[in-house]
């Protein structure tokens, strides 16, 4: 089956999860440093998902670099589970560039997704894309899902041929109980593409194409999420669905 086979069981088998990554800026998943993490947003997968599962993000019919739907933004094979605090742990120790760094040039730093710092016993926000409003969806998600097993294109999104549309949800929130019988074909057809895994072949869609440092950009998506999670909060949103 090529390189990434999923961990089925016939008690326990692997699921495929897909949904429109809407705000693709490089925080949720967090491709970075040979290493996709899901760590904030997305709170019912993060939540559910098992080692052997894999999360596929689909793009919007909207982008910054135009019609992404029907494509494939990243896919990740989760292979390990953490809670939340357990990834604050991880980060430290095997990948301190996943902590946020909100005034440094490189957008990778600032995009890190290790934002809850637990070292104090109580759960704080690192100044990040996500502001205090996001918190409760954050850490409703409990867990952190890393993969060392992904593809990731970001606006260079990749064309799912008409065989698999069927996984492609478009609207709020994720499908995976109709996915079941596409797994395997699906991360076999994802493997003969020829993409080296584990690399970011194509910059979020949310940045320039040149990797742009300009910090308007960072401030608009700390707002962006502001403003949907304090929307949600006062139950009169009409803001776009919350598929960061």
Known sequence: MGRFVPLD??????????????????AAPNPFWNVCTLVICKPRIR????KGDWIVGTGPKKSKVGDLSGRVVYAMCVDEV??????????HENCPKKLPEWN?????????DAIYDFSSGRVKQRQSVHGSANMPTDLSGLHALISRHFYYFGRKAVEIPARFKSIIHQTQGEKYRHNAHLLLPFVKWLDVLGYAPNKVHGNPAMWEEDDSTDCR??????????ALAEASASRVSKAPARTC
């Open 9 to 26: 069981a016939p008690n326990n088998p692997s699921r495929l999860y897909t949904y429109c990554l809407r705000w693709d800026d490089g």
């Open 47 to 50: 939540k559910h998902a098992r």
């Open 82 to 91: 953490l809670t939340l605090e357990a990834y604050d742990a991880w980060a």
């Open 104 to 112: 440094h040039p490189d957008f990778r730093l600032r995009r890190g």
């Open 217 to 226: 950009l960072l401030m608009t998506c700390r707002k962006h999420y502001t």
